[in-house]
C-alpha cells in the first residue's frame, strides 16, 4: 500500500488549497479513506472521511462549511479543498486509509491501517 499526498504549502489567511492523495497496492473503490491533521505540538486529528463510493462524507467541526473531501475512483485519489483557511489549519495533512468501507469510529486513527508521508499546510496571516 502506499498513499502519496501533494498540494500542500504556503498559504496566506483566507487563501485556498487543494490536497491530493495518489493511492496504489490496494483496491481503492473498497475502502473509505481520511485526511487527518497534526498541527505543531498537537496531536493528531481528525479532519474529514469519505466512504468508498464517495455517497458518505464527514467532518470535524473545525473545518465543516470550508473544506470538502472528494474521491476519483478511476484515478485512485482522493481530495481535500480547503477554503477558507485560517492560521490554525496549519498542520502536516496526512491521507488515510481505513480498515474497511467506513469504520463507525472515523474519527480515531485506530480506525485506519494506512497512512501518506504528510503534506505541510502553512497558513499566515
Known amino acids: 500500500v502506499q498513499l502519496v499526498e501533494s498540494g500542500g504549502g504556503p498559504v496566506q489567511s483566507g487563501g485556498s488549497l487543494r490536497l491530493s492523495c495518489a493511492a496504489s497496492g490496494f483496491t481503492f473503490n473498497n475502502y473509505a479513506m481520511g485526511w487527518f491533521r497534526q498541527p505543531p505540538g498537537k496531536e493528531r486529528e481528525f479532519v474529514a472521511v469519505i466512504s468508498r463510493n464517495g455517497v458518505t462524507t464527514y467532518y470535524a467541526d473545525s473545518v465543516k462549511g470550508r473544506f470538502i473531501i472528494a474521491r476519483d475512483n478511476t484515478k485512485n485519489t482522493v481530495f481535500l479543498q480547503m477554503n477558507s483557511l485560517k492560521p490554525e489549519d496549519t498542520a502536516v495533512y496526512y491521507c488515510?486509509?481505513?480498515?474497511?468501507?467506513?469504520?463507525?469510529?472515523?474519527?480515531?486513527?485506530?480506525?485506519?491501517?494506512?497512512r501518506g508521508q504528510g503534506t505541510q499546510v502553512t497558513v499566515s496571516s
Open positions: 488515510n486509509k481505513d480498515r474497511g468501507i467506513l469504520s463507525d469510529n472515523y474519527r480515531h486513527p485506530s480506525s485506519y491501517d494506512y
